[in-house]
């Protein structure tokens, strides 16, 4: 009988084993989809970028909206109306979502673009000859990772927090 209620903890322990590697696992897959997501945007505009070559696209800060622009698709467009639409594109396929209402943008709606990164912002920033961009995941994120200290993050700020 001692053997049996052995063997049950035994199995017991194991299965609670299995079950945190698995949600440790499902953590990191999501957080790699996102980079993934976040580096394929940085590759977009910087494609775009290549395909305009006479016009800046600096001037683009995290948390920009995108602005409501004429389609260039089937149209004729100056080398700055591209560039408004590209970035317009490109701020919607980061995020689609008017935070300050919850609703979708109306441009990103015309597009028919629907945003990757929850809670996404980009920048794109010219300093010399050279372009910055950025692509930010700002979903929230707490995973209790010991070597994250339980951080959470928001649009704004990151605090350390058990609580999270």
């Not at 004429?70 to 004729?76: A, E, K, L, Q, Y």
Request: proline share 3%; with cysteine; hydrophobic share 35%.
């Amino acid at each position: 009988m001692i053997e049996l209620l052995v063997s049950v903890v035994i199995m017991s322990v194991g299965v609670l084993g299995r079950a945190g590697l698995q949600m440790l696992s499902m953590q990191q897959n999501r957080s790699a989809l996102l980079q993934g997501e976040a580096t394929q945007l940085v590759n977009d505009i910087l494609d775009r970028m290549g395909a305009n070559p006479d016009t800046s696209y600096d001037g683009v800060d995290i948390g920009d909206d995108p602005v409501v622009t004429d389609s260039c698709i089937g149209n004729t467009c100056s080398e700055n109306e591209m560039k408004d639409f590209d970035v317009a594109q490109w701020l919607c396929a980061i995020n689609s979502i008017d935070e300050s209402d919850g609703s979708t943008h109306t441009v990103c709606d015309t597009f028919g673009i629907t945003g990757s990164l929850p809670l996404g912002s980009g920048s794109v920033v010219l300093t010399g000859d050279i372009y910055e961009v950025t692509v930010l995941n700002n979903a929230m994120v707490c995973y209790n990772d010991p070597r994250l200290y339980h951080r959470c993050c928001d649009r704004k700020t990151c605090v350390c927090d058990p609580a999270c």
